[in-house]
């Protein structure tokens, strides 16, 4: 036998002799640190804690392994925080052990058993804990420029508030029995457009956690005190100029126009409780005309108006206009006799279009029952209108009207709202679209008391049937909806084009006289939003 030949068969042999082993033992040549590896680490979190869970080693069915879960703020482990030895699969940690907010990492090994050493590690994703969330949402109304509002849920064992710039200087304030009884505190003093950082303590345990940013400053190009002509500012006043209020009352006896221009009215202290205007009505006169509206109180009683913004051609009613748009946010605006909007004096559907329609953190209320709806949009081609984080009652016949054709595919957002008693002269209550196609949002919102006592309404609330068409009503609760008739009917909603979800049918007990909304402390209405918060308008939450 030559030397090649004596190669080939010693290879054959050593191949026969792997081959046997194989079939006499299933896990030769595997490392034995692979056999007890644990495999598949889970890490599910809640507020204050995190538990792990893995499965046992796929060979180590039965034996009784123990394992190390190590826990380090560092992917490679470089350095670790602590470790923690079980013999079971599962183990929790709270913020005792880990810092709230930072992210970690936990790696797992099975301990030596018998004659197999240690196996080698099963490393985790990242996570993290938040801590407990005792503060409130901001309520925009109460961020300003220079200070903010913050609440939080009572309890008498908080103790100190910290407000720090983002990555900066802290400063803590030691809580007052009358801040703990309340559960508010105005923080003044703060910089503009600044992002900070709020944190409230019992003891050293967080118990709440928020970022926010400062407005912006506002640059005003004129700035009034009360008992100044408004009518004359507004006249006098270019396109896209910002009035100033500074507390008080202001007044005007005829329409305040916007004659092809867009204007900001705003009170200086965004604070509709002491920043009031009397009006007849703001009248968006021809191309270019739009309003702005933010922290004022408008009563349209001493004016006798009849409509809160008004729509109309710069010399004529039937001219061709394209606005910009209407923005109403933290305002409170009562007293019409007729509509809230009003947009139908074109001289053909669509001839009037505007960008957008704003309003948020808005109070809207006694709106008289006449032929007009609150929102009489027939002949005004606009994109969206969201309409979030407000209150409306006592509004009239209807909420929307946009029942002639129009060229465009409207988008309507009605978010996080509380509506009460309207409805009458047997229209649909919520919307009628006629033939146009819509697309219609209403979430997170209640609805009470259709029609108005005495009133009729639809039996269906919107009326919404074009191809093209698509409608989500979730997220919110109705009750006392019915048609007003001798027997009455519960109101319907749309059967096609629609997607309703987790809506409540919980009876609050409001009537048509009631103006306080405030949620019951314990009401599950509280827990039921799509963000898992409550549900209507926030004010009405705190």
């Not at 709270?94 to 240690?118: F, G, H, M, T, W």
């Not at 209807?398 to 957002?413: D, G, M, W, Y």
């Amino acid at each position: 036998m030559n030397r090649s030949t004596q190669y080939i068969v010693a290879a054959f042999l050593l191949l026969a002799t792997i081959s046997s082993c194989k079939k006499d033992d299933p896990n030769a040549g595997l490392e034995p640190p692979r056999l007890f590896k644990p495999q598949g680490i889970s890490v599910k979190t809640t507020a204050t804690t995190a538990t792990v869970t893995w499965s046992a080693p796929i060979l180590a069915t039965g034996l009784p392994l123990s394992y190390t879960a190590e826990f380090s703020q560092d992917s490679t482990f470089e350095t670790s925080e602590f470790s923690i030895i079980t013999d079971t699969l599962s183990i929790t940690v709270s913020d005792e052990k880990i810092k709230l907010r930072q992210k970690y990492y936990v790696r797992i090994k099975a301990e030596n058993y018998d004659n197999q050493p240690e196996s080698k590690w099963e490393r985790s994703s990242a996570f993290s804990i938040n801590g407990e969330q005792w503060f409130f949402p901001l309520r925009d109304v109460e961020l300003n420029e220079n200070s903010v509002t913050l609440r939080w849920t009572p309890n008498n064992t908080l103790t100190t508030l910290a407000i720090a710039l983002n990555k900066g200087k802290i400063d803590l304030y030691q809580l007052t029995p009358a801040e703990l009884s309340s559960g508010v505190k105005l923080i003044p003093g703060l910089i503009a457009d600044t992002t900070y950082i709020a944190e409230i303590f019992a003891g050293t345990k967080s118990k709440g956690f928020l970022f926010f940013k400062t407005l912006a400053p506002t640059v005003y190009t004129t700035v009034l005190n009360a008992g100044d002509d408004l009518g004359a500012a507004i006249t006098a006043a270019a396109n896209n100029a910002v009035i100033g209020l500074k507390p008080g009352t202001y007044t005007g006896s005829s329409n305040f126009a916007m004659m092809q221009k867009t204007v900001t009215i705003k009170s200086l202290s965004n604070n509709p409780a002491d920043t009031k205007v009397a009006f007849k009505e703001f009248t968006l006169r021809g191309n270019g005309a739009g309003i702005n509206l933010q922290g004022i109180e408008l009563d349209g009683t001493p004016g006798a108006a009849a409509y809160f913004i008004n729509l109309t051609g710069a010399a004529a009613d039937g001219e061709k206009c394209a606005y910009t748009q209407v923005s109403i946010s933290n305002c409170i605006v009562h007293g019409l006799a007729t509509s809230f909007f009003r947009a139908d004096r074109g001289a053909a559907a669509g001839d009037y279009t505007m960008n957008q329609i704003i309003i948020k953190n808005a109070l809207v209320y006694d709106i008289g029952v006449s032929n007009y709806s609150c929102f009489h949009l027939n002949e005004l081609a606009f994109n969206t209108m969201q309409v979030t984080k407000s209150t409306f009652y006592n509004i009239g016949r209807q909420l929307l009207s946009i029942s002639t054709v129009l060229p465009s595919v409207p988008s309507v957002t009605f978010d996080n709202c509380t509506f009460n008693n309207f409805g009458s002269t047997n229209l649909n209550a919520i919307m009628n679209a006629g033939s146009n196609p819509v697309k219609l949002n209403l979430t997170n919102s209640i609805i009470a008391n259709i029609p108005r006592p005495g009133g009729t309404v639809l039996t269906a609330a919107i009326n919404a049937t074009a191809a093209g068409t698509g409608i989500v009503f979730s997220n919110n609760n109705t009750f006392n909806l019915t048609n007003g008739a001798a027997t009455p009917a519960v109101l319907t909603w749309p059967t096609t084009n629609i997607t309703q979800v987790n809506n409540q049918l919980i009876n609050l007990g409001w009537t048509a006289s009631t103006i306080d909304f405030t949620l019951p402390v314990n009401s599950v209405l509280r827990t039921v939003s799509s963000a898992g918060g409550a549900i209507g308008d926030p004010r009405w939450a705190y």
